[in-house]
């Protein structure tokens, strides 16, 4: 079924390529999404980070991302799983009354107080990687590893 599935979206893909038209694909790894551009992630129906697949998969910026990622298993049982970023032992926040400031700060282990009250901006870090988290809002660069 998944070398199937795989063959069915990069038949999909070669025809929105075709008509040069844009598709979006929802996609938990680089093996489900293997001839994607540029990828987007949402969190409750907010961007969270945008970047070239090759980039986003091989160095994840925002902890949602990097929860993904990790959270995805490998095929080779051999393979290190990333670490993904602690998370605060709480349940998901809700999607019909999102709370203020970045929506993903509840579950977040690295999330600091301004995060549950400031939505943070989509910041630009290279001309193809966005993010939006406080951790690189002011200077487009992790103040937690400078």
Known sequence: MKKHGKKVLSLILAGAMMWSSALPVFAANE??????????????????ETGGADTLFAKPLHPYTQA???????????????AAPAKAPCAAPS????????????????????????????????????????????????????
């Open 68 to 82: 993904l990622i990790a959270a995805v298993p490998s095929a080779n049982p051999l393979d290190e799983m990333p």
């Open 95 to 146: 999607p019909i009354d999102p709370p203020p400031g970045c929506r993903y700060a509840p579950l977040c282990g690295r999330a600091a107080p301004i995060c549950a009250r400031v939505t943070p901006p989509l910041t630009e870090m290279t001309p193809r990687t966005k993010v939006a988290c406080h951790l690189y809002a002011s200077t487009g660069v992790s103040h937690e590893y400078v």
């Open 31 to 48: 093996n489900t999404a293997p001839d994607a551009d540029d990828i987007v992630v949402l969190y409750m129906g907010q961007i969270v």
